[in-house]
């Protein structure tokens, strides 16, 4: 645990109480975040270098089908282990512009977690509000995930929810993450798919159109050791590779696929189509 709070900078934690019950952990993960917000540790308020840690003990946290809506800066969710499936954080959410993790708060972390939404909306937009396993504002530059799985669900090919808000700008920090989907087809619109992915990404793993993929989508950040699908890394038939690519792999249509790779490539793969062949 020392280990965990002392990479936070902070000393300052809560725990939250679990069960053999799964509902009701997710029921004490809600109001354990709710108390966390009321803190002033070391009786000064919250801040970059006065941050509280929500501590998660290996447990399932069923939600139900609430949503864990982070809205509050410099409180981090934490598993308690580096084994991020043991805390594992579930719900059934399946309307629009929502997600099982919600975050609206710019400075927050999330370490050693596994989040998974059970719902499935459908026909899917494949847009912005669709709803998602984790459902960020757009450009959260302060945001730091690390060893964090994403997983969204699918019945058919239309009514699903995503592994990760797609359609928007990733700003943040991102390592040793990955996305995932309960059904055999790949994870689709990771990391920024369907918009921008303008942050750091170091040791993740995505799906289809991820990291930026997608027809116009973005890639200009950082990306080290990273691993998509087809259309991924700015991938698609007019998308942009702009940032810094090193070992890292995609599928056909990869790395500004048919549009633009103006970026930079150090020992990279992509499949047919890639590195804008245009």
Do not use: W
Not at 127 to 140: E, K
Not at 199 to 219: M, R
Request: charged residues 15%.
């Amino acid at each position: 645990m020392a280990g965990i709070l002392n990479k936070l900078n902070s000393a300052n934690y809560v725990t939250v109480k679990v069960t053999d019950n799964a509902i009701t952990n997710g029921n004490n993960l809600i109001a354990a975040y709710a108390d966390a917000k009321t803190k002033t540790p070391n009786g000064t308020a919250l801040s970059a270098s006065n941050r509280l840690a929500l501590v998660l003990p290996p447990a399932i946290y069923n939600l139900g089908t609430q949503s864990l809506t982070l809205d509050t800066q410099y409180i981090d969710i934490v598993g308690s282990t580096n084994e991020r499936g043991k805390h594992h954080i579930i719900s059934k959410v399946e309307t629009v512009s929502s997600g099982v993790v919600r975050q609206t708060a710019n400075d927050v972390k999330l370490i050693n977690l596994k989040i998974e939404n059970t719902g499935a909306y459908g026909p899917a937009a494949f847009g912005s509000t669709d709803p998602a396993a984790y459902f960020p504002d757009t450009n959260l530059n302060n945001t730091y995930v690390e060893n964090v799985e994403f997983r969204g669900y699918r019945i058919i090919n239309a009514a699903r929810s995503f592994s990760m808000r797609l359609g928007i700008e990733y700003s943040g920090t991102f390592i040793n993450c990955k996305a995932s989907d309960s059904s055999s087809y790949s994870p689709e619109y990771s990391f920024g798919g369907g918009g921008t992915a303008s942050g750091t990404f170091i040791n993740c793993e995505g799906g289809n159109y991820s990291f930026g993929g997608g027809n116009s989508g973005i890639a200009s950040g950082t990306f080290e050791n990273c691993e998509g699908g087809f259309d991924s890394f700015g991938g698609g038939n007019s998308g942009i590779a702009s940032g810094t690519f090193e070992n890292c792999e995609g599928g056909d249509y990869a790395f500004g696929g048919k549009g633009t790779a103006s970026g930079t490539f150090i020992n990279c793969r992509g499949a047919t189509n890639s590195f804008g062949i245009n």
